[in-house]
């Protein structure tokens, strides 16, 4: 079945750029989605990508995509402490469901 | 407009009992999805809901059960609980079915079973 990887902890300093990869396996995956999750609260879309795009840009986040290698990453420049939280990164191959998740990246950031 | 509501927040029951927990969508959303989420499985699909009719469903056991209401408001069932069904277990609405419709996560209900 189709699988999404992600590392599970990323500490950077507050002012530095952060880097989330992420690897999945389902080759007709259409869209992939950075998800953030919050202590005690559900999930929040950040942002997508559609499966035909390399990159998209916005505001603080960049996500890029290689489709060949099946590799996405979320960067967020200028990180924040109001960025310390775990993100997910998601998949879906046709539709809106099911999202398939990787099991998510703790990123904390410090002052 | 309030977002995706879940009640109750937290839920402790014991091995046999059965559970229902419930959420309210965005107004004017249509379409439910259930996820559970635990440390070692991290997040997976139970089912989704659009206009009453269950149109996807994920891996788990048929103790496990949903329903939709005709005000879109979702409701599923965990019958003879075991201990792994302890987990966060999270609601999301859309408006619609396509892939860019976004997905709000409601904040969840936290069961533990005992």
């Not at chain 1, 990453?73 to 539709?95: N, P």
Request: proline share 4%; with cysteine.
């Amino acid at each position: 079945g189709e699988d999404v990887e992600q590392s599970l902890f990323l500490s950077v300093r507050e002012g530095d750029s952060s880097v989330i990869n992420c690897t999945y396996t389902d080759s007709s995956s259409t869209y992939l989605y950075w998800y953030k999750q919050e202590p005690g609260a559900g999930l929040q879309l950040l942002t997508y990508i559609f499966s035909n795009m390399d990159m998209k840009q916005d505001q603080r986040l960049t996500v890029l995509l290689n489709k060949k290698d099946k590799h996405l990453s979320l960067r967020i420049a200028d990180t924040q402490t109001g960025d310390s939280a775990i993100y997910f990164c998601a998949e879906v191959d046709s539709g809106n469901t099911p999202l398939v998740f990787g099991k998510g990246t703790r990123l904390s950031v410090i002052a | 407009k309030a977002g995706v509501t879940q009640t109750p927040r937290y839920l402790i029951k014991t091995r046999g009992q059965q559970v229902t927990l419930s959420c309210s969508p965005i107004s004017g959303h249509r379409s439910v999805s259930w996820y559970q989420q635990t440390p070692g499985q991290g997040l997976q699909f139970l089912f989704e809901y659009f206009s009453e009719t269950q149109r996807n469903k994920g891996n788990f056991p048929g103790r496990f059960s949903g329903r939709q209401f005709s005000n879109s408001r979702s409701e599923m069932n965990v019958s003879t609980l075991e201990l792994g069904d302890s987990a966060l277990y999270l609601c999301a609405s859309t408006a619609g079915l396509g892939p860019t419709d976004t997905q709000y996560f409601g904040p969840g209900t936290r069961l533990t079973v005992l």
